[in-house]
């Protein structure tokens, strides 16, 4: 069982900085595809943001393109990132981290961490 914790959310102002972390217990997450979601009141969650296990393919959702950097910690293979860069209101959301075996082809979630931008 991976069990995993976010930490880092927060109020932010438009325009400013935060980086959001997530612990994995136990799990070494660099066999795991792992990815950051979102959900905003009332709408469906989203993928932000994805490193694929093996390649090390990133990828996007376009709302966040060059103002997002998710990346794995390299010297803690039980942890992963998510810079986020010039914050909009519109990035104001619950933000979860996922973990998903490609050998097992299970998902793993996060509890999530509140993000709100407004001044």
């Known amino acids: 069982q991976v069990q995993l914790v976010e930490s880092g959310g927060g109020l932010v102002q438009p325009g400013g900085s935060t980086r959001l972390s997530c612990l994995a217990s136990?799990?070494?997450?660099?066999?795991?595809?792992v990815a950051w979601y979102r959900q905003a009141p009332g709408g469906e969650r989203e993928l932000v943001a994805r490193?694929?296990?093996?390649?090390?393919?990133?990828?996007y959702a376009d709302s966040v393109a060059g103002r997002f950097t998710i990346s794995r910690d390299p010297r803690n293979t039980h942890r992963i990132y998510l810079q986020m860069n010039g914050l909009k209101p519109e990035d104001s959301a619950v933000y979860y981290c996922?973990?998903?075996?490609?050998?097992?082809?299970?998902?793993?979630w996060g509890q999530g961490t509140q993000v709100t931008v407004s001044s």
């Open positions: 490193i694929t296990t093996r390649r090390e393919t990133k990828n």
């Open positions: 136990e799990s070494n997450l660099s066999l795991f595809t």
């Open positions: 996922n973990a998903y075996s490609p050998y097992t082809q299970r998902d793993y």
